[in-house]
Antibody, heavy 122, light 109 residues
Framework: QVQLQESGPGLVKPSQTLSLTCTVSGGSISSGNHYWSWIRQPAGKGLEWIGRIYSSGSTNYNPSLKSRVTISIDTSKNQFSLKLGSVTAADTAVYYC??????????????WGQGTLVTVSS | SSELTQDPAVSVALGQTVRITCQGDSLRKYYASWYQQKPGQAPVLVIYGKDYRPSGIPDRFSGSISGNTASLTITGAQAEDEADYYCNSRDTSGDHLEVFGTGTKVTVL
């Protein structure tokens, strides 16, 4: 059973860059039909997909965040990371990493990290 | 379209059946997956594909699709089923980006 764990600062100042890492254990981050996503959830609100990365390094981002987001992968460490620049209070949320699977036409996220709260405040 | 629309809230009497719907154009191409989220916890996958349940998910959870509407049905709802439920699929853009539904709060009376 693959497990994911987010890590990174819980407090980020406005205009700075939010950086989080997701460590994958119990399976390889390079597995074929899987990809790796970041998803966030502001308090009391719904889930918002941020972006995804494949083991090849190919990425896709939510158009609403695309100009500020970078997702990268380190297969040697079984980790992938999120960088979100120029943060504001609106970026305060619980951030989840998750493993996605695509067996067309079926897509799903079958493993999630526990989530980490990131607060943007001076 | 990049939207998946869900009813904000539904209630169900203990032991009765409740259906949660998720509507969007992308569901004509991709199956929806469904997630249960309890307060303070990460979402948990409960249904994916045509109607598959991950190991450990009770068989009172089932899924279906009709046109552009996916449904999650809880047959014989239990108190522990009270939670937020989200659907997920991909949109109809060229990059087939991920999209989540707006979420449905299920209250078990």
């Amino acid at each position: 059973q693959v497990q994911l764990q987010e890590s990174g600062p819980g407090l980020v100042k406005p205009s700075q860059t939010l950086s989080l890492t997701c460590t994958v254990s119990g399976g390889s981050i390079s597995s074929g039909n899987h990809y790796w996503s970041w998803i966030r959830q502001p308090a009391g609100k719904g889930l918002e997909w941020i972006g995804r990365i494949y083991s090849s390094g190919s990425t896709n981002y939510n158009p609403s965040l695309k100009s500020r987001v970078t997702i990268s992968i380190d297969t040697s460490k079984n980790q992938f990371s999120l960088k979100l620049g120029s943060v504001t209070a609106a970026d305060t949320a619980v951030y989840y990493c998750a493993r996605g699977a695509l067996y067309f036409p079926t897509v799903y996220f079958d493993s999630w990290g526990q989530g980490t709260l990131v607060t943007v405040s001076s | 379209s990049s939207e998946l629309t869900q009813d904000p809230a539904v209630s169900v009497a203990l032991g009765q059946t409740v259906r949660i719907t998720c509507q969007g154009d992308s569901l004509r191409k991709y199956y929806a997956s469904w997630y249960q989220q309890k307060p303070g916890q990460a979402p948990v996958l409960v249904i994916y594909g045509k109607d598959y349940r991950p190991s450990g998910i009770p068989d009172r959870f089932s899924g279906s699709i009709s046109g552009n509407t996916a449904s999650l049905t809880i047959t014989g709802a239990q108190a522990e089923d009270e939670a937020d439920y989200y659907c997920n699929s991909r949109d109809t853009s060229g990059d087939h980006l991920e999209v989540f539904g707006t979420g449905t709060k299920v209250t078990v009376l």
